[in-house]
């Protein structure tokens, strides 16, 4: 092409890395974590186990799960100062914008444990951010809705610690549903690590620079807003909602395999699995079992299974490889525990902070690790000289 050259670098474009966290196979529709199966994790395991497993590789004994539990839950508390920084935000401001804006402000807050050469500081920043990341979260919900923060309590487990946060108020004793919190631990485990998707990738990228553990992850939790990965939780319950009843499907089915029409079916599709996302399976039975227990009908879980129903049989989605993903069935139960849509994809940012953390510390203490450096096809104009304006 005369006014453009291809450069080619003479290198395939995978921009890939070596791990030993989490396995996916997307055609088998397989996802292990240190070699545990995602499903085995989600019904027998804790998140606090599986947070442990993610760090260090392997299963904990019950004494280093209730050291490392008694450890995470003395890092709960955050900087009184963090409170008054809350309160520069507005009031409706979406509560991932808070997040992006508060973890990235945690360097100034604890910029005793940003030495990333230290052992020691990496994990003491790590652990104060899997420990406080619940907390923040909770506090962005209680500024949204004007309530007070409430603080942490260490004789609650992380999940229904993290519901007390959230759902307590001054006037009267918030009581932790086990139902409830059975499911949140349960949502935390589905969502804490998931390979080299694009939030991992950006926490990694981050980090091969040197910055500092707090900036890799609130670098990771921008990414993950976008309505293309965590952000589609948030989507597809909106579109479930605005689909409303099982007739209205085939309109937005059909918008969805129309090219012309940049909508797509939120919860669906995904960059690796061509098969079912393992983890909505999971959560397809989980919907249905926490809202019986809980007594509530939600007719959105009818909406998406019909939803699902209908693609799973129709040739486009077929033929695409199209099913639904870890977003499609979260919504159903996260609105049920009673969890606004605005904080879906801050849930699925406090989950993965365990999950970016591990994979941050895999690649720093990698000695082969470099900087980040993506290369380009470079496919612009061939070299060039300066034309006057008068020229132009
Ligand atoms: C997450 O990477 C991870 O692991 C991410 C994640 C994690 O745990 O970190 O699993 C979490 O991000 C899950 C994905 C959440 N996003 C959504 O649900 C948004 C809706 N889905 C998509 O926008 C889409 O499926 C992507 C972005 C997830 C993936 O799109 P790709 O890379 O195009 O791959 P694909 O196989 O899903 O799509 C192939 C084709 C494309 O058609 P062509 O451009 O090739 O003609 O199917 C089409 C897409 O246009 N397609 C859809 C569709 N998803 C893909 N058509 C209609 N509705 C959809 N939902």
Excluded at 85 to 95: I, N, T
Excluded at 249 to 270: S, T, V, W
Aim: hydrophobic share 40%; with cysteine; proline share 6%.
């Amino acid at each position: 092409d005369t006014d453009c050259f291809t450069y080619d670098p003479g290198f395939t474009s995978t921009a890939s890395c070596e791990s030993k966290i989490t396995y996916i196979d997307g055609d088998a529709g397989i996802l292990l974590h240190r070699g545990y199966p995602i499903d085995q994790l989600a019904e027998k395991s804790s998140f606090m186990e599986v947070s442990y497993l993610l760090l260090n590789g392997e299963l904990p004994s019950k004494a280093e799960l209730d050291k490392f539990t008694y450890t995470i839950s003395r890092h709960t508390m955050v900087h009184e100062q963090l409170a008054t920084f809350f309160r520069g935000f507005r009031r409706d401001a979406h509560p991932m914008a808070i997040m992006c804006g508060v973890v990235g402000a945690l360097s100034a807050f604890y910029h005793d444990s940003t030495d990333i050469a230290d052992p020691e500081q990496r994990r003491i920043a790590s652990h104060r951010l899997i420990a406080k990341i619940p907390t923040l979260a909770a506090m962005a919900y209680k500024y949204s809705v004007g309530q007070p923060f409430v603080f942490p309590k260490n004789d609650l487990s992380y999940a229904g610690n993290f519901l007390n946060m959230t759902f307590s108020v001054p006037a009267e004793d918030y009581v932790v549903d086990p139902i409830i919190e059975s499911a949140m631990d349960k949502i935390f485990i589905l969502h804490a690590d998931h390979e080299q998707n694009a939030s991992t990738s950006t926490v990694r990228l981050a980090g091969s620079s040197g910055a500092n553990p707090f900036a890799c992850i609130a670098a990771g939790i921008a990414c993950l807003w976008g309505p293309a990965h965590g952000g589609a939780n948030e989507a597809a319950l909106n579109m479930l909602r605005e689909i409303g009843t099982p007739d209205k499907i085939p309109e937005y089915i059909a918008r969805a395999k129309n090219k012309d029409d940049p909508f797509r079916l939120m919860g669906f599709g995904h960059r690796v699995y061509k098969n079912f996302d393992p983890r909505a399976k999971v959560l397809s039975k989980a919907a249905t079992e926490v809202l019986d227990k809980l007594g509530i009908s939600d007719p959105v879980l009818d909406t998406a299974r019909e939803l699902e129903r209908i693609a799973l049989s129709d040739q486009y989605f077929i033929d695409k490889k199209l099913y639904p993903n870890v977003d499609f069935y979260s919504g159903v139960i996260l609105s049920a525990i009673g969890f606004p849509t605005s904080m879906f994809t801050v849930l699925f940012a406090l989950a993965r902070t365990v999950g970016w953390i591990a994979q941050w510390n895999e690649m720093i203490t990698d000695p082969a690790q470099k900087i980040g450096r993506p290369r380009q096809l470079y496919t612009g104009p061939t070299q060039r000289d300066y034309v006057t304006v008068d020229q132009r």
